[in-house]
């Protein structure tokens, strides 16, 4: 018997266990690129309608924090920087089956079952790895395939299916080691997700740094972070395939790491202590407020600290976007369209905001949906048994769903506020302003925030659609305006109400009227879940 | 003193499944009244209707002399309810989750509080992920416990303790019950049943379909016989209340119930009787009776 006996067996079961979910993150992920070469190819079949393209829109620099930098306007250059959310999401999915498949079952007590079989002590680990590996390769080659499929170089689309996959194969490693370190899979989540938002925001300050995103004096950050490597093997665009070695190097060292530690811990234990918490509990914990508190100060905390560097890349951007592009009509023009002020600053500050309200939103939905997974736990029966009636239970999850997007709101309104108040050299005037700005966004995430919440009191089995309604209004928001959307269709997205308040001419009116809808559809929310069946499956 | 548990007729439909079929049960104030029946029978259903996180389809339900889904905050000040499945929040630890439930509660006894985690060896210092399934289940048996309540509800509450610690919830729910508390004890173990409940009631399928003093159910059940004949075995099966007759030669078995013992007896008699042996069964085999019932029409 080897350490690594047992391996194939294991592997077989992943698979069997994820026969549905693996299928469907590969195909998506693989159909993608395809279409957005199609797309491009449609759009802008020209040279000079893609050079245009790429200096107005491609080398924005919001537009390059947040997908990656553009290295040419070929179909296939603009193509990778679209599918730059792609190689991001491949790495989310990998650390997070490469967890789901260790440490989850370690905490779950499964793995002891299967660790007193013939099991060597690699298997688990290796099994785990060389699935989601396998996964990022297959999805690579279909990336690649597609792409060829739909008339791009070779060399290119196999630099750029390389690319992604071997990033999801950096990340899946980096989740095998956070699997190691904590005795709770939510730890090792953490972690793991930790070291991507790592990666992302430093891959997002070295990218958002330069004019264009190319040779930015910020780029060297971008070359620290396991996210920037893959846009800079350059596909379609002076191919440099010596830089994918870095992820398989970052991914050897990782698992150098993970394997001894991996043997060197009991079975169930982690490496970092678990720490033992307090015999009683603090004055604090006393009721159904006391523990939203504790359960959701984590994440708030997480993602306040989130917000605000957002904000401050974002707002440090701001002036340099408007420098950019200034001078140039037709983008003027654009983005005056699009952002609704003339000013290419303001235009941005404001575009970027949007989309911050959009993710302040998803916190909102989080927190309300964390009402439903304490349900289906079995955690709210034992509460809801005592003197706490369902309406404060519910709340308590609530008030953190509406208080949640004002606090982060109003930090990336501050910070951005402070960077791009710093850089103008006004930061008396640009502070208060953009946290205005920040919080004038506040009302659309809260009818994000009610609706989920809705959903919990009334069709609990369905509350998760909120995703697919948050996503809606991103497709709507990012999309709608380029695909020529009638202006009823915008409107289903409570973000297109959000009135431009950087601009001068703006009322409050839309505000009240989102605020007044986020609250029906609150106390819609309380008045169902106080009627229904306690737990609903 | 009204009585704490009056449910009569009650159903609770799923969908197309009828969870409850007109369920009648009845706990007398100061008693440990034990619950039994099959995985499925609808003990929890049950459970949940009484604590009013279920709205019922029909049938009264009085918990403590009120409406348990229109009154449910002020009457859950007077009961603790422990699961049979305790899940604990992964990071907080076992000694604040008690402290949390006992102030939601209502306050419960600091010093009963301490006495019971040394009873059940219970280190509350550990954080919820950490603790076993039976260690879980100490947690919420301590916080109900340990509250100065005059109900206790519990399903299936020992599920996953070792005899030691069997031994030590036996003690507090006597303890309870000399405290003049009610105890409802939903259980699959039928020892800890007989040792600790003054009555108890059977659900199958949705409906009780016994209830009584254990002494008034071991009227209920049937004795069975083994004997050995010196004639032909005629005429034993047309007897009513003569069940499950075998017949090998001269050798009968067969069970029958009290009231027909006397009638059964008599005919063997008249046959002739070789040898007998007749045996009371236990309570196992009253419950078992009920469940093959169920598995049976499943």
Known sequence: ?537 | METPIAVSGLVKTFGRTRALDGLDLTVRAGEVHGFLGPNGAGKSTTIRALLGLLRTDAGDVRLLGGDPWHDAVALHRRLAYVPGDVTLWPNLSGGEVIDLLGRMRGGLDPARRAELLDSFELDPRKKGRAYSKGNRQKVGLVAALASDVELLILDEPTSGLDPLMEEVFQHWVRRAKDDGRTVLLSSHILAEVEALCDRVTIIRNGRDVETGTLSELRHLRRTSIEAELTGPADGLGQLTGVHDLRVDGQRVRFDVEDVALDVALRRLTEIGVRSLVSQPPTLEELFLRHYQAEQVRS
């Not at chain 1, 298997?123 to 395939?145: D, E, K, P, R």
């Not at chain 1, 009991?266 to 490496?271: I, K």
């Not at chain 1, 791009?420 to 930061?427: E, H, K, M, P």
């Open chain 1, 1 to 537: 018997m080897t350490a690594f006996t047992g391996t194939r067996h294991l592997m077989r079961l992943i698979l069997r266990r994820d026969r549905v979910v693996l299928p469907i993150w590969v195909l998506l992920l693989a159909v993608l690129p395809a279409s957005y070469a199609g797309t491009y190819a449609g759009l802008y079949p020209t040279a000079a309608e893609r050079a245009a393209y790429l200096d107005s829109t491609a080398s924005n620099p919001s537009i390059v924090a947040l997908l990656g930098p553009v290295f040419g306007d070929s179909v296939g250059a603009l193509t990778v920087q679209r599918a730059g959310l792609l190689v991001l999401i491949a790495a989310l999915v990998s650390v997070l089956t490469v967890v789901r498949h260790t440490r989850t079952e370690e905490e779950a007590g499964r793995r002891e079952l299967l660790g007193a079989t013939v099991l060597g002590r690699y298997a688990g680990l290796t099994a785990a790895l060389l699935v989601t590996y396998a996964a990022n390769v297959l999805l690579g080659l279909l990336i690649a395939g597609g792409l060829v499929a739909a008339g791009l170089p070779g060399a290119g689309s196999l630099l750029f299916g390389a690319g992604l996959a071997l990033t999801g194969v950096a990340f899946a490693t980096v989740g095998g080691l956070a699997a190691q370190l904590t005795e709770g899979a939510g730890g090792a989540r953490g972690i793991g997700l930790g070291v991507l938002g790592l990666a992302f925001v430093l891959r997002l300050a070295g990218d958002a740094g330069g004019s264009g995103g190319t040779g930015g004096k910020a780029e060297w950050l971008s070359w620290l972070s396991p996210l920037g490597w893959a846009p800079r093997g350059r596909a379609f665009a002076g191919e440099r395939p010596w830089v994918l070695l870095l992820p398989v190097l970052f991914a050897a060292v990782v698992a150098l790491v993970a394997y001894p530690v991996s043997v060197r811990r009991d079975l169930g234990a982690g490496v970092l202590p678990p720490r033992l918490g307090p015999a009683t509990a603090g004055p604090g914990l006393a009721g159904p407020f006391g523990l939203a508190w504790r359960l959701h100060r984590g994440q708030l905390l997480g993602w306040t600290v989130g917000f605000g560097l957002l904000g401050l890349v974002l707002g440090g951007a701001a002036d340099a976007a408007g420098e950019a592009v200034q001078g140039n009509e037709q983008i003027a023009e654009i983005m005056a369209r699009l952002g609704g002020t003339s000013a290419l600053a303001e235009a941005y500050l404001g575009g970027t905001l949007s989309l911050t309200a959009l993710a302040a939103a998803g916190y909102g939905i989080q927190a309300a949906l964390r009402a439903r997974a304490e349900e289906t736990a079995g955690r709210a029966e034992p509460l809801l048994a005592t003197a706490v009636s369902r309406t404060r239970w519910l709340a308590a999850h609530l008030l953190f769903a509406l208080l949640g997007p004002v606090v982060v709101l109003a930090v990336a309104g501050l910070t951005t506020g402070l960077a791009y108040g710093l850089s103008v050299g006004d930061v008396g005037g640009e502070l208060p302003r953009l946290l205005g700005a920040g919080l004038a966004q506040v009302p659309a995430a809260w009818v994000l925030a009610g609706l989920a919440a809705l959903l919990v009191g009334w069709l609990p089995r369905f509350s998760s659609a909120a995703w697919a309604v948050l996503a809606g209004c991103l497709l709507l928001g990012q999309i709608g305006a380029v695909l020529k959307l009638s202006q009823w269709a915008l409107d289903l997205s409570p973000f297109t109400h959000t009135p431009q308040v950087l601009g001068d001419n703006w009322t409050a009116t839309p505000l009240a009227a989102l605020t007044v809808i986020a609250a029906a559809l609150l106390a819609l929310a309380l008045r169902t879940f106080h009627t229904r069946n306690i737990p609903t499956p």
